[in-house]
């Protein structure tokens, strides 16, 4: 039997309200991303690109159509299931690094794994840490890191729970060229190894292009879904 | 949640708290002084009430006491003889004592005393062991009060009458007296078998008659019982331990009472504080939250990190504030010990204790779930959009339920430390009004500030723009303060209209001596001796005194068994010290009625005029017949006349006046008063007068009211004390939201430095916002005070009311000052950020 698609969206549509009217930011998505692909989703601003990857990650939940990641329905599940879910199969990479501020690198790596209550934590978040080249920043706080350090705390971080599918909202989108091309070196460089399926939000046709696969977003609409050769 | 997870939030709560202790710790802070007033009052409660319980007889002396207003008849004498046991006696009486050593006289409270009293406890003098109660000998045991004064010792003499006695000791304590006991009057014991030759007591004179009885056959409170009727009969009032018990725990449990009001609001203040400042808190943790989401955390778990952080403050802050409530109990006792009857001693009261702490804790667990609510709704998808979800202000159910949950615990609480419930309530209602206007001016003067008001200086708009930027705190710092200044000066300014009250005999003509117990074959010539220093009675009315025997022609034996009567029995047996006279007294205004004011004496009823709140506890209005009893004699009287008496003036004051023509013939004694220019001329005159007429005594008022003010002193220092935590708590408060925005203005002060502002100029920015913040809770919180102590003054305390301009101007700088000051300390080294370190940081 044939494995489910990672992600499977049909008929996606996402309305705002606004004022007295619904702002429909995403309409009639339809998408099925296979395990192990990376995808790339392209679009000037304002095109639904972020909406797009939070109804994905099932951090907010569509005004119609379905959401199905590695065969669940997301919107069978609850908030708290969805997080569960999120736990356990889905990692973050985001523009900001959004790392906790009270907690250390280490600490910050970790708390996915401790979130799931698993013992002996450390080793494997030293470890991840140890491969983004942050062994000797383990016990500096987010303050204490550049922007590109930062970013590659949250690299480790995503990678920790091993998940199947990574989430990466313009994961250079913060950072000078040189520290961009290190995240990406790393980015692909993990995703290769652990075999996880990539979604990417991206300005940028360069990064855009390391992809599988580019989806283009328009007001709302995929205009257009070219798989690399 | 699993065990693991609730590892992990607690693991979490601990790790966010590393960087942020020294807020944490403010935070806490903000119950910790409620905490403390709590506890402090409480233990001091069960400090008084062990004290209580382990001299309770001691408080009598004895196991029952008889009191009666004149000498003890036949029916008296066959009672006394039911009661058996040990029996002794005392006479107590006002007099004037004279001091030969030094030609000084001073109004005292002579207490001729036979038998083996006290049964109980010790009758403690220096030198100790005098037996003044079995002394044959002319000697007496006197008050220290008067030792001092009059640098008198033992073996000095002292004259009572026509009698001269020898000082045997320096009285230290009566079983069941404060050391206060004697401030108005200086207790002097003497032996009652001395009392008859110094010729102080006559017919109709003042005097109290005591009989104190122990080792009875029967309990004291079922003997009473069985004898009421004949004690009811004979005028006689019986007290026993239970009794003088109840009467010392009453007053003594309301003040406490008042003080943990008190102490309470501090306890309130602090829940809003720890709210306001776990809502800054949380509002820079919500990002967390979203990315503790976006990692798989439940909406529990991510939220559970700061439960636990809110839990920790508040037990922390209640922990804390119970070990300062202890330091504090042991100040109360000091405070109080010399107004109350029994020695105190301190111990640490742990169920006070616990209860301080629960109260503390839940008040601040409570107070901090109203900014955790909102955490539960925090969307993961924050972490990608910053701005998701701000802005939206729907009305949250859980919120809502929360807040009557935490209203009617207020309240519940409020009216468990009142004697009626809708004390509490009332009190509470006042606060949440305070609470409404304070929010209410403070949203006024945001909008004017931002509306209208442009003032040239830079500095000052920026001042004023801070006031009513997004996100500031002025309305919680303005009701913080604000209810903060609206207790203490209200507790002021009744101080101080009281004393006010009391004062006025100095600022005026108002009568400033008193003579009472003049006869009224001593009256001319006790005028003559005022007349020899150009002095005479203001005012002189005659004493008659009477005992009313029915109302509306109903026996008053009946009245107070009639089940529909609701006559307090205090009005139904009291003396009655009625005068006679022609027109109503000063400081007397007929309220209802004509004022008669000679009748020919020869027909009943006898219009007589009744002051209008007695005639409204004795239930009767005019056109109502009333008969007195004049000493053996039956009146019948109507009430023609009703009068509004200000029993705050000096002047001799009456329930009942008769007219001209009725009460001549009956025995009586007269009262005077009368202005003396000086303290010199007091003295002279209070020595002229014992020298002529030893039985008169001569009362100096201002001494009284000094005696009364170190009372009273005592007490409301006790109070203020008290409020004082509510202010502290209102810095606390004021701290932590300076403390919360601190990064916000240390961005600010960084722009105005990059663009050329100095040091100076960012510290003045800062201390004209703080004072401007003070300026409006200071007035609003003196306005409301002044609003609240007219009131209470009008309605409760029955004293006019006076603004004491200069005294208002000073609490709102103070106020204002607190304010700057605190302001200033906490933003500490924010004008002084380098610019570059703090772009470089964010």
Same mark, same amino acid.
């Given at each position: 039997?044939?494995?489910?698609?990672?992600?499977?969206?049909?008929?996606?549509?996402?309305?705002?309200?606004?004022?007295?009217?619904?702002?429909?930011?995403?309409?009639?998505?339809?998408?099925?991303?296979?395990?192990?692909?990376?995808?790339?989703?392209?679009?000037?601003?304002?095109?639904?690109?972020?909406t797009?990857?939070?109804?994905?990650?099932?951090?907010?939940?569509?005004?119609?159509g379905?959401?199905?990641?590695?065969?669940?329905?997301?919107?069978?599940?609850?908030?708290?299931?969805?997080?569960?879910?999120?736990?356990?199969?889905?990692?973050?990479?985001?523009?900001?690094f959004?790392?906790?501020?009270?907690?250390t690198?280490?600490?910050n790596?970790?708390?996915?794994?401790?979130?799931?209550?698993?013992?002996?934590?450390?080793?494997?978040?030293?470890?991840l840490?140890?491969?983004?080249?942050?062994?000797?920043?383990?016990?500096?706080?987010?303050i204490?890191?550049?922007?590109?350090?930062?970013?590659?705390?949250?690299?480790?971080?995503?990678?920790?729970?091993?998940?199947?599918?990574?989430?990466?909202?313009?994961?250079?989108?913060?950072?000078?060229?040189?520290?961009?091309?290190?995240?990406?070196?790393?980015?692909?460089?993990?995703?290769?190894?652990q075999?996880?399926?990539?979604?990417?939000?991206?300005h940028d046709?360069?990064?855009?292009?390391l992809?599988?696969?580019?989806?283009?977003?328009?007001?709302?609409?995929?205009?257009?879904?070219?798989?690399?050769? | 949640?699993?065990?693991?997870?609730w590892?992990?939030a607690?693991y979490?709560?601990w790790?966010?708290?590393?960087?942020?202790?020294k807020?944490?710790?403010?935070c806490?802070?903000?119950?910790?002084?409620?905490?403390a007033?709590?506890?402090?009052?409480?233990s001091?409660s069960?400090?008084?009430?062990?004290?209580?319980?382990?001299?309770?007889?001691?408080?009598?002396?004895?196991?029952?006491?008889?009191?009666?207003r004149?000498?003890?008849?036949?029916e008296a004498?066959?009672?006394?003889?039911?009661?058996?046991g040990d029996?002794?006696?005392?006479?107590?009486f006002a007099?004037?004592?004279?001091?030969?050593g030094?030609?000084?006289?001073?109004?005292v409270?002579?207490r001729?005393?036979?038998?083996?009293?006290?049964?109980?406890?010790e009758?403690?003098?220096?030198?100790?062991?005098?037996?003044?109660?079995?002394?044959?000998?002319?000697i007496?045991?006197?008050?220290?009060?008067?030792?001092?004064?009059f640098?008198?010792?033992?073996?000095?003499?002292?004259?009572?009458g026509?009698?001269?006695?020898?000082?045997?000791?320096?009285?230290?304590?009566?079983?069941?007296?404060?050391?206060?006991?004697?401030?108005?009057?200086?207790? @002097?014991?003497?032996?009652? *078998? +001395?009392l008859?030759?110094?010729?102080? /007591?006559? &017919?109709?004179s %003042? =005097? #109290?008659?005591?009989?104190?009885?122990?080792?009875l056959?029967?309990?004291?409170?079922?003997?009473?019982?069985?004898?009421?009727?004949?004690?009811?009969?004979?005028?006689?009032?019986?007290?026993?331990?239970?009794?003088r018990?109840?009467?010392?725990?009453?007053?003594?449990?309301?003040?406490?009472n008042?003080?943990?009001?008190?102490?309470?609001?501090?306890l309130?203040?602090?829940?809003?504080?720890?709210?306001g400042?776990?809502h800054?808190?949380?509002?820079?943790?919500?990002?967390?939250?979203?990315?503790?989401?976006? @990692?798989?955390s439940?909406? *529990? +778990?991510?939220?559970?990190?700061?439960? /636990?952080? &809110?839990?920790? %403050? =508040? #037990?922390?802050?209640?922990?804390?504030?119970?070990?300062?409530?202890v330091?504090?109990?042991?100040?109360?006792?000091?405070?109080l010990?010399?107004v109350l009857?029994?020695?105190?001693?301190?111990?640490?009261?742990?169920?006070?204790i616990?209860?301080?702490?629960?109260?503390?804790?839940?008040?601040?667990?409570?107070?901090?779930?109203?900014?955790?609510?909102?955490?539960?709704?925090?969307?993961?998808?924050?972490?990608?959009?910053?701005?998701?979800?701000?802005?939206?202000?729907?009305?949250?159910p859980?919120?809502?339920? @929360?807040?009557?949950?935490?209203?009617?615990?207020?309240?519940?609480?409020?009216?468990?430390?009142?004697?009626?419930?809708?004390?509490?309530?009332?009190?509470?209602?006042?606060?949440?009004?305070?609470?409404?206007?304070?929010?209410?001016?403070?949203?006024?003067?945001?909008?004017i500030?931002?509306?209208?008001f442009?003032?040239?200086s830079?500095?000052?708009?920026?001042?004023?723009a801070?006031?009513?930027?997004p996100?500031n705190?002025?309305?919680?710092?303005?009701?913080?303060?604000?209810?903060?200044?609206?207790?203490?000066?209200?507790l002021?300014l009744?101080?101080?209209?009281?004393?006010?009250q009391?004062e006025?005999a100095?600022?005026?003509?108002t009568?400033?001596?008193?003579?009472?117990?003049?006869?009224?074959?001593?009256?001319?010539g006790?005028?003559a001796?005022?007349?020899?220093?150009?002095?005479?009675?203001?005012?002189?009315?005659?004493?008659?005194?009477?005992?009313?025997?029915?109302?509306?022609?109903?026996s008053v034996?009946s009245?107070?068994?009639?089940?529909?009567?609701?006559?307090?029995?205090?009005?139904l047996?009291?003396e009655?010290?009625?005068?006679?006279r022609s027109?109503?007294?000063k400081?007397?205004?007929v309220?209802?009625?004509?004022?008669?004011?000679?009748w020919?004496?020869?027909?009943?009823?006898v219009?007589?005029?009744?002051e209008?709140?007695?005639?409204?506890?004795?239930?009767?209005?005019?056109?109502?017949?009333?008969t007195?009893?004049?000493?053996g004699?039956?009146?019948e009287?109507?009430?023609?006349?009703?009068?509004?008496?200000?029993?705050?003036?000096?002047?001799?004051?009456?329930?009942?006046?008769?007219?001209?023509?009725?009460?001549?013939?009956?025995?009586?004694?007269?009262?005077?008063?009368t202005?003396?220019?000086?303290?010199?001329?007091?003295?002279?005159?209070?020595?002229a007068?014992?020298?002529?007429?030893?039985?008169v005594?001569?009362?100096?008022?201002?001494?009284?009211?000094?005696?009364?003010?170190n009372?009273?002193?005592?007490?409301?220092?006790?109070?203020?004390?008290?409020?004082?935590?509510?202010?502290?708590?209102?810095?606390?408060?004021?701290?932590n939201a300076?403390?919360?925005?601190?990064h916000?203005?240390?961005?600010?002060?960084?722009?105005l430095?990059?663009m050329?502002?100095?040091?100076?100029?960012?510290?003045?920015?800062?201390?004209?916002?703080?004072?401007?913040?003070?300026?409006?809770?200071?007035?609003?919180?003196?306005g409301l005070?002044?609003?609240?102590?007219?009131?209470?003054?009008?309605?409760?305390?029955?004293?006019?009311?006076?603004v004491?301009?200069?005294?208002i101007?000073?609490?709102?700088?103070?106020?204002?000052?607190l304010?700057?000051?605190?302001?200033?300390?906490?933003?500490r080294?924010?004008?002084?950020?380098?610019?570059?370190?703090?772009?470089?940081?964010?």
């Open positions: 039997m044939q494995p489910p698609p990672a992600i499977h969206l049909e008929g996606l549509t996402r309305r705002y309200p606004s004022g007295d009217h619904q702002l429909t930011v995403l309409s009639e998505v339809n998408l099925s991303v296979p395990a192990g692909q990376r995808i790339a989703i392209v679009g000037p601003s304002g095109s639904g690109k972020t797009l990857l939070g109804l994905c990650a099932g951090l907010d939940t569509a005004s119609e379905s959401v199905q990641l590695l065969g669940t329905a997301l919107e069978s599940l609850n908030e708290d299931g969805r997080a569960a879910f999120r736990g356990a199969h889905v990692g973050f990479v985001f523009q900001n959004q790392l906790i501020p009270s907690l690198a280490l600490e790596v970790a708390a996915p794994l401790e979130l799931r209550g698993e013992p002996n934590v450390r080793p494997a978040a030293e470890e840490l140890e491969k983004v080249g942050l062994a000797q920043r383990t016990d500096h706080y987010p204490q890191l550049s922007g590109g350090e930062q970013q590659r705390v949250a690299l480790a971080r995503a990678f920790i729970n091993r998940p199947k599918i990574l989430f990466a909202d313009e994961p250079t989108g913060n950072l000078d060229g040189r520290n961009g091309e290190h995240i990406i070196d790393l980015l692909f460089g993990m995703n290769l190894a075999g996880t399926t990539l979604v990417l939000v991206t046709p360069e990064l855009a292009k992809c599988d696969r580019i989806i283009t977003l328009q007001d709302g609409k995929i205009v257009s879904d070219s798989l690399k050769a | 949640m699993s065990i693991a997870q590892k992990f607690a979490t709560a790790r966010e708290a590393r960087r942020q202790r807020r944490l710790v403010l806490a802070l903000s119950i910790a002084f409620g905490v007033a709590l506890v402090a009052v409480d001091f069960a400090n008084l009430e062990s004290g209580l319980d382990e001299e309770a007889k001691a408080l009598l002396g004895a196991d029952l006491q008889i009191t009666a004149s000498a003890f008849g036949s004498e066959a009672i006394f003889k039911q009661v058996g029996q002794s006696r005392e006479i107590r007099s004037m004592a004279y001091f030969p030094s030609d000084g006289s001073r109004l409270q002579v001729a005393l036979g038998g083996a009293f006290p049964y109980y406890g009758f403690e003098t220096a030198p100790a062991g005098v037996d003044i109660a079995q002394s044959e000998a002319p007496v045991v006197m008050d220290p009060l008067i030792m001092r004064q640098e008198l010792e033992v073996g000095d003499i002292v004259r009572l026509s009698i001269d006695f020898t000082i045997a000791a320096e009285l230290i304590r009566v079983p069941g007296e404060a050391a206060f006991a004697g401030i108005f009057a200086p207790r @002097l014991y003497i032996p009652l *078998a +001395q008859e030759s110094t010729g102080l /007591i006559e &017919v109709s %003042i =005097a #109290l008659y005591r009989l104190y009885a122990a080792n056959e029967l309990p004291a409170d079922t003997l009473i019982e069985s004898i009421q009727s004949p004690l009811d009969a004979a005028y006689l009032k019986a007290k026993t331990v239970k009794d018990k109840g009467s010392i725990r009453r007053p003594l449990e309301r003040l406490s008042f003080l943990g009001l008190v102490g309470f609001v501090a309130l203040l602090g829940g809003v504080g720890i709210a400042a776990v800054a808190y949380l509002m820079q943790k919500r990002d967390t939250v979203a990315i503790l989401r976006c @990692l798989g439940s909406s *529990a +778990q991510a939220s559970g990190i700061f439960w /636990i952080q &809110v839990a920790t %403050i =508040a #037990l922390l802050g209640a922990l804390a504030g119970a070990a300062g409530g330091f504090c109990q042991a100040a109360l006792p000091r405070l010990a010399p009857p029994f020695d105190l001693d301190f111990f640490v009261s742990w169920p006070s616990g209860v301080g702490i629960l109260y503390g804790a839940s008040t601040a667990f409570l107070a901090g779930i109203f900014p955790l609510l909102p955490l539960r709704k925090v969307s993961p998808l924050r972490a990608l959009r910053s701005d998701f979800d701000m802005g939206t202000k729907q009305a949250d859980a919120v809502r339920m @929360l807040s009557v949950f935490a209203l009617l615990a207020i309240t519940a609480f409020a009216a468990s430390r009142t004697d009626v419930w809708w004390h509490g309530a009332v009190f509470i209602g006042v606060l949440v009004l305070v609470v409404a206007i304070l929010s209410g001016v403070a949203a006024l003067v945001k909008r500030l931002r509306s209208g442009q003032p040239r830079f500095l000052l708009r920026q001042a004023s801070n006031l009513h930027r996100q705190r002025t309305l919680y710092l303005t009701t913080s303060l604000g209810v903060g200044t609206f207790l203490i000066y209200t002021t009744i101080q101080t209209g009281l004393l006010q009391t006025l100095n600022e005026s003509d009568p400033n001596l008193l003579f009472f117990d003049v006869q009224p074959d001593q009256l001319e006790v005028q001796i005022l007349a020899e220093r150009d002095l005479a009675f203001t005012t002189a009315s005659p004493v008659v005194t009477m005992r009313l025997s029915a109302i509306k022609g109903q034996a009245v107070k068994q009639d089940p529909e009567l609701d006559i307090k029995h205090w009005v047996n009291r009655w010290r009625s005068t006679y027109a109503p007294g400081g007397e205004l309220s209802g009625g004509d004022y008669i004011g000679d020919t004496g020869k027909s009943e009823p219009p007589i005029s009744l209008d709140d007695l005639a409204r506890h004795l239930g009767v209005v005019i056109g109502d017949r009333l007195y009893d004049v000493q004699m039956p009146i009287v109507e009430v023609s006349s009703l009068r509004t008496v200000d029993w705050t003036q000096m002047w001799p004051n009456f329930f009942a006046t008769f007219p001209i023509g009725v009460l001549e013939p009956a025995p009586q004694w007269w009262i005077g008063v202005r003396s220019p000086d303290i010199e001329t007091t003295a002279a005159l209070q020595s007068i014992f020298h002529a007429y030893p039985n005594s001569a009362v100096d008022l201002n001494a009284v009211i000094e005696a009364l003010q009372v009273f002193g005592r007490i409301s220092f006790a109070v203020r004390f008290m409020g004082l935590f509510t202010m502290a708590t209102g810095i606390i408060i004021l701290a300076v403390t919360a925005s601190r916000q203005r240390v961005r600010e002060s960084v722009l430095r990059t050329g502002a100095s040091g100076r100029q960012i510290r003045l920015v800062l201390a004209a916002e703080y004072a401007l913040i003070g300026l409006i809770s200071g007035v609003v919180g003196v005070a002044l609003a609240a102590a007219a009131s209470l003054g009008s309605w409760v305390f029955k004293v006019d009311f006076y004491p301009w200069l005294q101007a000073g609490a709102i700088g103070a106020v204002v000052s304010s700057v000051i605190t302001g200033l300390l906490c933003s080294g924010i004008a002084s950020q380098s610019p570059l370190a703090i772009l470089r940081g964010d």
